[in-house]
């Protein structure tokens, strides 16, 4: 490649076809060779030699565009790998990515609508649909479009804040003698305690209520919290309900949190992030029930709906409350009293991103290409697969489950004497038998701690992975497992 290219020809038409014809068969390529799993479902993880990698291409400017793709795709996690069962990130679907790349390649800026007009447009058909199915009345629900679940449930915890203490914005303070305090499950995400400290309530006023035998949010305790949180000069004023929880996948009582936070008259916020997108399934829907008594609820598309990330929404049941988190004054940018309405489809004026991307394109292309239902179907598949895996677990003496699955994820561990016995050595056991699958690098799952002991843990949320593949994974364990005894 020339080492001082000539601006006409970096912009120019013609360069962008070849480019993107270059791009076209590296990504043939790429997922021919994951569906045919033919190389590492993740690559050798030292650090040092990407690092060497990526300086070395930085440095010397001298290779193809195709080359420098290559390098990307072969040296990154293979999602699209039948065998990739890691973190709860799934295989984009093809189109969405493609769908993705027109917002960047354009550099549509979504946050004002006068800066990406079709993005924001996008947006807010994505949340009113969104919304409509959580089971709120449309016209009266809002929602916005942000970078991941993290930045959606901080900002929901914020406008609860800003709603309970409205003074707290600009003087940095309560009105209450009581610590301003918010509840949430032992297993929630740690997203949760982090809005904590941002929001000045500070991690200590975080309760983590203990979960019940199917990790679910003990609602008694729960309660007990609310009763005594006074005498403990305490404010709880939200109370936040996983749907479902990252270590186990398990879906909060919604319905019982739902109630608890009437009663107590605290805001109720769902994180939806994972299990949130299961309304888009008849079957599987019932697992958020209760859902529709929240205030807020966060929902990842970029995990369950299978677009690239980060492609998250922040809903909220009443209109007015979506304006509760900021209050900023940039009049070269917003009008709140915009008399033509724009100011709804000005999404810089409720998440923290001044600039953000048309993260909505994705998913809107998608749904548009193939249907509600065909979404429903890629959830419908992930369940199916989770079951035959916990089926075969089951019926395997040397193995064992930590829970049945609520929904693609899943937590087991391999016992051979198919009974408790040290419970440290069991997990050194499994620790090993994930380090040696990293090493391996041909498939993919990740560990978690349960109960102070550590599981291997799977998220099966690759449509195309089948029981071939977990059979292929359970002998893998087997056999290093009986290697490193």
Known sequence: MNLHPNIDTVFS?????????????????????????????????????????????????????????????????HLHDPRYMGHQVPPSIPAAALFDVLGRASNQGAAVFEMAPFGTAAERAVVNELGKMVGWSEGSFAGIGTHGGTLANVTALLAARNLRYPQFWKEAQSDTKLKPTIVTSADSHYCIARACGILGIGTSNLIKVPVDSKRKMDLLKARKILETAKARSLDVFAIVGSACTTPTGSFDDLVGIGELAKEFKIWFHVDGAHG???????????????????????WDAHKMLFVPALSTYLLYKRKSDSWAAFAQDAPYLFDPKDPEGLAEYDGGLRTFECTKGALSLALWGVWSLYGKEFLAS????????????????????DFEAAHTPQCNILCFRFNPEGKEKDGSLLSEIQKKVRKALLNEGHGYITGTAIEGHYWLRVTVINPLTTQKEFGTLLEKIRQIASQSS
């Not at 013609?14 to 590492?40: F, H, I, N, P, W």
């Not at 030292?46 to 440095?59: N, W, Y």
């Not at 949130?276 to 966060?298: C, M, P, Q, R």
């Open 13 to 77: 038409p013609d360069e962008t076809k070849k480019l993107v014809g270059e791009l076209a068969l590296c990504l043939e390529t790429y997922y021919r060779s994951c569906q045919s799993m033919d190389s590492r479902t993740v690559p050798p993880l030292t650090p040092s030699l990407f690092l060497d990698i990526v300086k070395k291409e930085m440095r010397e400017n001298n290779s193809s565009f195709s080359y420098l793709a290559k390098l990307v795709l072969d040296n990154g996690h």
């Open 276 to 298: 949130a997108s299961f309304l888009f399934s008849e079957k599987h829907k019932n697992l958020l029930k209760g859902i529709e008594l929240s205030d807020s609820v966060t």
């Open 378 to 397: 890629l959830i419908e598949k992930s369940m199916e697969n989770t079951l035959t895996l916990y089926q075969m677990i089951k019926e395997s003496s």
